[in-house]
């Protein structure tokens, strides 16, 4: 089932284009990582989806309803974090979150639920301005997670959080989808946190959407990377053998991405073959390497 269905936004500020022609959906229970470089329009568009900027054109759906139709059933399908979260930092973390239960009519019971799921423990009786932002960031998510939204959208949750943080913030996560079927879509250049919870990832390069790559696919293909005097030549041989899925140049690199399971007799077919190379590294894909390749040209920066 689609939760969220986008299909062909654009957006422009003062005669730029900041997203154009976006189209993707996601379905219930995926983590999908939407990917890019600061101002390549990510948070441009998270707020298009939680209607708080309007699209030049295009529609958004969340379970099938648009934000023009019906605005409050529409914002009661999702919830968000957009970059800091905003609390009352003189208010406790407990009085933060039950006046949001006591706006949307929601039950002590579910929000004691939140709150041992967030597991702030007696802090929660502190004021919030009191909070670390590891803190803070769990109390937004409890916040966020008290009405059961069918999306969750999250710009950059990490930031500012030490490794320990990250690790529980990324468990709340995998626990909160995994237990309730919620989708979430998450921005990080965390990347190699991204890499351990999504299923899919979005990239954006200047506005577009580049490519979608699935994770749990990636699981099976390694990455073969050959230096040679004249990849030119060779790449149309390399091109010849079926094993092959894809293979690129960058410098004098040959890029071959196979499935991992056929990366042996690929390396028996290249000795047969008396392709030279005076290095070879075999490396298994993640999303950093696919960011290397997309925004980097493979290099390593």
């Given at each position: ?7 062909n936004?654009?957006?422009s ?17 995926e ?12 948070t ?21 309803l ?28 407990y ?28 802090s ?57 079927g ?8 965390i990347?190699s ?5 999504c299923?899919?990832v ?52 040959l ?15 290249l000795?047969?073959k ?20 997309v ?7």
């Amino acid at each position: 089932m689609s939760i969220l269905s986008i299909e062909n936004i654009n957006k422009s500020y003062k005669n730029k284009s900041v997203l154009k022609d976006i189209s993707f959906s996601i379905n219930e229970g995926e983590i999908v990582a939407l990917i890019g470089p600061n101002g390549a329009g990510k948070t441009t568009l998270m707020k298009i989806i939680s209607n708080l900027l309007d699209q030049d054109s295009g529609t958004v759906k969340i379970c099938g309803l648009l934000a023009k139709d019906n605005r409050v059933d529409y914002l009661s399908k999702f919830s968000s974090i957009i970059e800091t979260p905003s609390l009352y930092e003189m208010l406790s973390g407990y009085e933060n979150i039950n006046f949001i239960r006591k706006i949307n009519n929601i039950s002590m019971e579910k929000m004691n639920s939140i709150l041992k799921f967030i597991n702030i423990g007696k802090s929660i009786n502190d004021k919030v301005k009191n909070y670390s932002l590891g803190m803070k960031q769990r109390l937004a998510l409890g916040i966020a997670l008290i009405n059961e939204p069918k999306l969750l959208i999250l710009d950059e949750p990490t930031n500012g959080l030490d490794p320990e943080g990250v690790i529980e913030f990324r468990g709340l996560l995998k626990k909160f989808a995994s237990e309730s079927g919620m989708s979430i879509l998450i921005s990080s250049h965390i990347l190699s946190e991204l890499d351990k919870i999504c299923t899919r990832v979005l990239f954006i390069k200047d506005g577009e959407l580049v490519e979608i790559e699935d994770i749990n696919k990636n699981n099976d293909i390694q990455i073969v990377i050959l230096v040679v005097e004249n990849p030119e030549e060779i790449i149309k041989l390399i091109q010849e053998i079926d094993l092959v899925d894809k293979v690129n140049i960058i410098d004098n690199k040959l890029i071959i991405q196979v499935d991992k399971n056929k990366t042996s007799k690929l390396i028996s077919i290249l000795i047969e073959k008396n392709i030279e190379y005076s290095n070879i590294e075999i490396q298994n894909t993640n999303i950093e390497k696919i960011y290397r390749d997309v925004y980097l040209g493979g290099k390593n920066e």
